[in-house]
């Protein structure tokens, strides 16, 4: 990193720092979220900037900056750990790589569904992955939905792990979800999530996965008509703060600050499992070919590895997964 980087990284940190430890004057908080008007994640995320403003008696205000139109997630959840930004609602999947507890959410079917992923994260599990974030600079105040994954092409249908073998998948950049491609006999495809659309288009990949509104939204059902309910993924998003920003913070505004974004999180599940359902039928209406996947199992017992490789490297991890699984 060169000097003049430096400085500006540690002006903007410093700025924001101090601008929160001055509890009389109120502080004025910028967030970044890369979704749209409307959507679930949007929606909520207005409603914690009202509500950090209400429950800190107008001591902090915080303008949400929406449609990714500060930066790409990766930028912006830099900026958010410097300091540059106070506030993101990022996907955990991008996080992983940087804060191994944070990754744990990414190893294929680690939840058995929607609410044990709930139960988990809003407890004991919830806590010790955002302690292993806050060491990167970011806190999570709490978990949004970002749906289960499954996979969609413009081949065929996938009903067995063998119908991904030779097949050009695009995934997020880590190496959990390379790793789980390739542990099916497919070939991983990171890349920008802007880019799959035209991708999928020319054939530069035969598929990818996401959730059900994912799918809608981006027009993806367009050029990829086969999807397949494999829900291998089910990974939280967080809204996250800047660590130093939050710990200025007297506890009674830690304590609102908090509140608020647990609040909002409860009305954008709410939101989330609505348009899931809006958006599936869209799809469905549209002509998509839909087929549910007989044996999950099939698919599980093939992420072993995946599993196996990943605890073998991160040992001190084990206790974590186990606490997950055992979520009741």
């Not at 017992?301 to 606490?323: D, G, I, R, S």
């Amino acid at each position: 990193m060169n000097t003049i980087k430096k400085i500006v990284i540690s002006a903007a940190s410093t700025a924001l720092v101090a601008g929160m430890a001055v509890s009389s004057q109120a502080a004025e908080w910028k967030g970044w979220n890369i979704h749209k008007p409307g959507y679930p994640n949007t929606v909520a995320m207005d409603k914690f900037a009202d509500l950090v403003k209400e429950k800190t008696g107008g001591n902090i205000t915080l303008k949400m900056f929406h449609s990714g139109v500060l930066g790409n997630q990766p930028d912006a959840i830099e900026q958010v750990r410097i300091g540059g930004l106070a506030i993101g609602n990022f996907n955990l999947g991008p996080i992983g790589p940087m804060a191994a507890e944070a990754n744990v959410v990414s190893l294929p079917f680690i939840f058995k569904d929607m609410g044990h992923m709930h139960r988990a994260l809003d407890g004991a599990a919830g806590d010790k992955i955002s302690a292993g974030m806050a060491k990167i600079g970011l806190i999570a105040l709490a978990w949004y939905d970002s749906g289960a994954r499954s996979f969609y092409n413009s081949k065929k249908p996938i009903m067995v792990p063998a119908d991904v073998a030779g097949m050009k998948v695009r995934v997020m950049n880590n190496e959990l979800y390379s790793g789980m491609i390739s542990a099916l006999g497919g070939n991983p495809s990171p890349m920008a999530f802007s880019e799959v659309f035209q991708s999928l288009k020319t054939g530069v990949v035969d598929g990818a996965e996401n959730n059900w509104p994912s799918y809608e939204s981006t027009g993806h059902f367009e050029v990829a008509s086969f999807y397949s309910l494999s829900q291998h993924l089910i990974i939280p998003e967080c809204v996250c703060v800047n660590a130093k920003a939050y710990n200025a913070l007297s506890a009674a505004d830690q304590k609102s600050v908090k509140d608020a974004a647990r609040e909002s999180a409860v009305l954008q599940r709410d939101l989330w499992e609505k348009r899931a359902i809006s958006s599936r039928e869209k799809v469905m209406k549209a002509g998509v070919k839909f087929n549910e996947i007989p044996n999950k199992a099939a698919f599980q017992a093939a992420m072993a590895p995946v599993h196996t490789k990943y605890l073998a490297a991160n040992p001190n991890l084990v206790p974590l997964v186990e606490l997950i699984k055992n979520t009741k």
